[in-house]
């Protein structure tokens, strides 16, 4: 009897410890949900837009959702989070508790299980709201983001008569779906990146599988997992580190705004670039010869789309060479100039009291210097800045004497024609800068030497597999069909030689349609 009183207050006094412990183990998850809480604030540094909503399910479970505000979708998370919690009985505590939450919201939502507190902050940082509940070491991710998005619209520096109108925004996930809207096949492949320390910016690479070459991808997969930045605010971060010379003054990465130019491009084998909060996609490999086309040109007829093409040459060579030309002309070569033309420049040049060299020079500086500064200043009154520039300044410098009129027509005309290729603008008005000098200080002798030095640089240039000047330096007759002569669509069959792909054919053999329709 004795033996049996002790096993029954043995037994009595094991279930009052568990019992007690059960309810010590109780008050400590209520203090870990608290604990857990701070954690988050402190890691934000106890920034005043992260949200702590603390609430509790049917059955009195304490439960929190820790969100960035102006990030998330707030109406989306009292609907589908917390009114749906607050009506349900969990009816337990741990992981039992959170799950069911889970199956409770998942209807309404997208939620995923956080793999760790980096994992739930980064998820915080991209719009994610954290669902804790009251004695669970899990955390849900509940999918509300909601920033702000400009609508697609027709880009400013690629407008177009004829053709889509619709070009990329900030939002990298508009963009993709601008992208498979185009590119309906399974053989596009999208991989995922982050990229800067502090702005954890997203980064896409897209291309075909079937089309783009293996090695290059891989060779811009590896560059831009190397890059180790503190942040990345546009797409032009990126292209500084994909270039192969990053001192080089010439474009080595191509960039669009426009959805239907990157997915031709991307057909071609190339490879695109996104990256959230810039409307700017990079396409790699690049050449020269993509900035004298147009997407006008494949709406138009190939007749129209040639004339264009080399009025756009014959412009950015005007543009380079013609200030030197004239300096060089009027110190040096004055005797090859026919003699109207000669009387005529004599006569605007007397009484002028700078060089001509020095004239133009200061010409061009001022026009440069007009140019920046209505780009900074507000819309209105940079257009009225370049109306008192080009006209009255111009025109008033002319009749006091200090330019001569044959100068300010130069420049002009060289100004203008300079952004008939937009894309190389900035490039070009470096070179008219230095063809000026080299014609001020070496004549016609100097500029020839330096257009053959510049044309050796261009033609030693290689980007990714592929020569600047391709196709014509090297030579390749099967994309010249495409290049400064544009063929009709029928007649271009295979990709460009001079972008590495593993497909080449893209236009269907006629042979094999007529077998097929018999």
Same mark, same amino acid.
């Given at each position: 009897?004795?033996?049996?009183?002790?096993?029954?207050?043995?037994?009595?006094?094991?279930?009052?410890?568990?019992?007690?412990?059960?309810?010590?183990?109780?008050?400590?998850?209520?203090?870990?949900?608290?604990?857990?809480?701070?954690?988050?604030?402190?890691?934000?540094?106890?920034?005043?837009?992260?949200?702590?909503?603390?609430?509790?399910?049917?059955? $009195?479970?304490?439960?929190?959702?820790?969100?960035?505000?102006?990030?998330?979708?707030?109406?989306?998370?009292?609907?589908?989070?917390?009114?749906?919690?607050?009506?349900?009985?969990?009816?337990?505590?741990?992981?039992?508790?959170?799950?069911?939450?889970?199956?409770?919201?998942?209807?309404?939502?997208?939620?995923?299980?956080?793999?760790?507190?980096?994992?739930?902050?980064?998820?915080?940082?991209?719009?994610?709201?954290?669902?804790?509940?009251?004695?669970?070491?899990?955390?849900?991710?509940?999918?509300?983001?909601?920033?702000?998005?400009?609508?697609?619209?027709?880009?400013?520096?690629? &407008?177009?008569?004829?053709?889509?109108?619709? $070009?990329?925004?900030?939002?990298?996930?508009?963009?993709?779906?601008?992208?498979?809207?185009?590119?309906?096949?399974?053989?596009?492949?999208?991989?995922?990146?982050?990229?800067?320390?502090?702005?954890?910016?997203?980064?896409?690479?897209?291309?075909?599988?079937?089309?783009?070459?293996?090695?290059?991808?891989?060779?811009?997969?590896?560059?831009?997992?190397?890059?180790?930045?503190?942040?990345?605010?546009?797409?032009?971060?990126?292209? &500084?580190?994909?270039?192969?010379?990053?001192?080089?003054?010439?474009?080595?990465?191509?960039?669009?705004?426009?959805?239907?130019?990157?997915?031709?491009?991307?057909?071609? $084998?190339?490879?695109?670039?996104?990256?959230?909060?810039?409307?700017?996609?990079?396409?790699?490999?690049?050449?020269?010869?993509?900035?004298?086309?147009?997407?006008?040109?494949?709406?138009?007829?190939?007749?129209?789309?040639?004339?264009?093409?080399?009025?756009?040459?014959? $412009?950015?060579?005007?543009?380079?060479?013609?200030?030197?030309?004239?300096?060089?002309?009027?110190?040096?070569?004055?005797?090859?100039?026919?003699?109207?033309?000669?009387?005529?420049?004599?006569?605007?040049?007397?009484?002028?009291?700078?060089?001509?060299?020095?004239?133009?020079?200061?010409?061009?500086?001022?026009?440069?210097?007009?140019?920046?500064?209505?780009?900074?200043?507000?819309?209105?009154?940079?257009?009225?800045?370049?109306?008192?520039?080009?006209?009255?300044?111009?025109?008033?410098?002319?009749?006091?004497?200090?330019?001569?009129?044959?100068?300010?027509?130069?420049?002009?005309?060289?100004?203008?024609?300079?952004?008939?290729?937009?894309?190389?603008?900035?490039?070009?008005?470096?070179?008219?800068?230095?063809?000026?000098?080299?014609?001020?200080?070496?004549?016609?002798?100097?500029?020839?030497?330096? &257009?053959?030095?510049?044309?050796?640089?261009?033609?030693?240039?290689?980007?990714?597999?592929?020569?600047?000047? &391709?196709?014509?330096?090297?030579?390749?007759?099967?994309?010249?069909?495409?290049?400064?002569?544009?063929?009709?669509?029928?007649?271009?069959?295979?990709?460009?030689?001079?972008?590495?792909?593993?497909?080449?054919?893209?236009?269907?053999?006629?042979?094999?349609?007529?077998?097929?329709?018999?």
């Amino acid at each position: 009897m004795h033996k049996l009183l002790n096993y029954f207050f043995d037994a009595f006094e094991y279930i009052f410890i568990q019992f007690d412990k059960l309810k010590t183990k109780k008050g400590t998850n209520k203090v870990d949900l608290q604990k857990r809480i701070k954690e988050y604030q402190d890691i934000f540094h106890h920034t005043c837009d992260l949200i702590v909503r603390t609430f509790e399910s049917a059955d $009195g479970i304490p439960c929190a959702l820790i969100y960035l505000d102006n990030a998330v979708d707030k109406l989306l998370l009292a609907e589908s989070v917390i009114e749906k919690v607050q009506r349900l009985s969990i009816g337990t505590q741990g992981n039992q508790a959170i799950d069911a939450c889970e199956h409770e919201i998942v209807a309404y939502v997208q939620v995923d299980t956080a793999k760790d507190t980096q994992d739930a902050v980064d998820s915080i940082l991209t719009g994610f709201a954290m669902l804790l509940v009251d004695g669970s070491d899990k955390i849900l991710k509940v999918q509300c983001a909601k920033w702000f998005i400009r609508s697609p619209s027709e880009p400013p520096t690629s &407008a177009v008569v004829k053709g889509p109108r619709e $070009g990329f925004v900030e939002d990298i996930n508009t963009n993709l779906s601008l992208l498979r809207k185009r590119l309906k096949s399974n053989n596009l492949v999208i991989e995922q990146t982050q990229i800067g320390r502090e702005t954890n910016t997203q980064v896409r690479i897209c291309y075909l599988q079937n089309l783009a070459s293996p090695k290059i991808v891989a060779k811009i997969r590896e560059q831009i997992n190397q890059i180790d930045i503190d942040g990345v605010v546009d797409s032009s971060y990126i292209s &500084a580190f994909l270039g192969h010379n990053r001192h080089s003054m010439f474009k080595q990465i191509g960039s669009t705004e426009k959805p239907d130019i990157a997915a031709a491009k991307i057909l071609e $084998g190339r490879v695109a670039i996104m990256v959230d909060n810039s409307p700017i996609v990079l396409t790699v490999p690049f050449l020269l010869l993509e900035d004298l086309q147009n997407s006008d040109d494949y709406y138009s007829t190939p007749a129209k789309a040639t004339f264009l093409r080399w009025l756009r040459l014959i $412009g950015a060579m005007v543009a380079i060479l013609l200030p030197g030309i004239y300096v060089a002309m009027t110190l040096y070569h004055y005797n090859v100039i026919p003699i109207k033309f000669l009387v005529t420049i004599t006569n605007s040049i007397q009484g002028i009291p700078l060089p001509p060299f020095l004239e133009t020079l200061f010409i061009i500086l001022l026009f440069e210097t007009l140019y920046e500064a209505s780009l900074r200043m507000p819309r209105y009154l940079g257009l009225a800045l370049s109306v008192v520039g080009a006209l009255i300044l111009g025109d008033t410098a002319v009749k006091a004497g200090l330019i001569s009129s044959p100068a300010v027509l130069i420049v002009a005309v060289t100004g203008v024609m300079s952004y008939t290729i937009p894309e190389q603008s900035s490039q070009i008005s470096l070179l008219r800068i230095i063809f000026t000098f080299v014609g001020g200080i070496l004549g016609l002798y100097g500029m020839i030497v330096g &257009a053959m030095i510049l044309i050796a640089y261009l033609v030693n240039m290689n980007t990714y597999q592929s020569s600047y000047l &391709a196709p014509f330096a090297p030579y390749i007759s099967n994309d010249q069909k495409d290049a400064l002569i544009k063929k009709p669509t029928t007649s271009q069959i295979t990709r460009p030689n001079s972008i590495p792909n593993i497909n080449h054919r893209r236009l269907a053999d006629e042979n094999d349609n007529s077998n097929n329709d018999s």
